[in-house]
């Protein structure tokens, strides 16, 4: 008899972690993904700054960087891919992407990213670093952006 209370108390407590973890939502990835936060995405205070002050982001993995926003000559070039997805409990779109400036090459990428759109699909907030995937978004990150939908 105590045995199958303390499994039936087991399996209780398991099925509460797996309903209050389900609250971080994994989904497969999708060419939806790379649909939802393609086109221009702009933050006019880097416009003298040194990081990219508009971003174009296409959906077949490719983008383009420029220094200003009014910029009609590219800055930078490369392809990023999705790595991993999932929602948060406040309905926030993350991302993992590897990102390779220019062209992609065999092996490594040349950076990590750990990506987050806000629930309205609007706001763009990133940490990008190379060896592996930032663990948060920490917006005192040397390497932490963050840009407006347009």
């Known amino acids: 008899m105590k045995v199958r209370m ?17 609250c971080a ?31 174009v982001i296409r959906p077949d993995g ?3 960087g420029y220094f200003r926003t009014t910029d009609t000559e590219k800055a930078e070039i490369g392809i990023y891919r999705i790595v991993d997805k999932w929602t948060d409990s ?3 779109l993350w991302y993992k992407m590897h990102v390779w400036p220019g062209v992609m090459v065999e092996g490594k990428p040349d950076s990590y990213e750990l990506d987050r759109f806000s629930d309205s699909g ?18 005192n990150h040397v390497r ?7």
């Open 90 to 92: 406040e309905g926030n």
């Open 25 to 55: 939502t994994t989904k497969k990835v999708s060419k939806k993904d790379y649909r939802f936060f393609s086109g221009t995405w702009i933050n006019e205070e880097y416009n003298t700054h040194p990081f990219m002050a508009r971003w």
């Open 144 to 150: 932490y952006h963050i840009y407006y939908r347009k």
């Open 122 to 139: 609007n706001v763009w907030e990133f940490v990008s670093i190379t060896g592996d995937f930032p663990t948060e978004i920490n917006e």
């Open 62 to 64: 490719t983008f383009a």
């Open 6 to 22: 303390l499994l039936f108390i087991s399996i209780l407590f398991l099925v509460i972690i797996m309903v209050v973890g389900g």
